[in-house]
């Protein structure tokens, strides 16, 4: 017999918003690279026309950011609330 208690639906949202700030992180730094792309087809590869589709995926993934971080805050309120009514 396993002496491992089975995890609560805290520990999972825990587990959850631990997925997500790593997935916030990465957001983060997809963005930084698209800028740099969107920097460098803006200036040296002007000619390519490509600008357009630079700054759709940076909209795209500023929004996804967003939501996400929406989301965190969200969830760790809720897990806030768990946690104090599990102590009361």
Do not use: C
């Amino acid at each position: 017999m396993s002496d491992v208690a089975p995890k609560t639906a805290a520990d999972h949202l825990v587990d959850t918003l631990a997925q997500l700030k790593e997935m916030r992180h990465y957001a983060k730094t997809n963005v930084e690279h698209l800028t740099a792309s969107w920097i460098l087809f803006e200036g040296e590869l002007k000619g390519l026309k490509q600008t357009s589709r630079f700054e759709n995926l940076m909209n795209r993934q500023s929004q996804f950011y967003d939501a996400l971080e929406e989301t965190i805050e969200a969830l760790e309120e809720q897990h806030k609330g768990m946690t104090q009514a599990a102590e009361e």
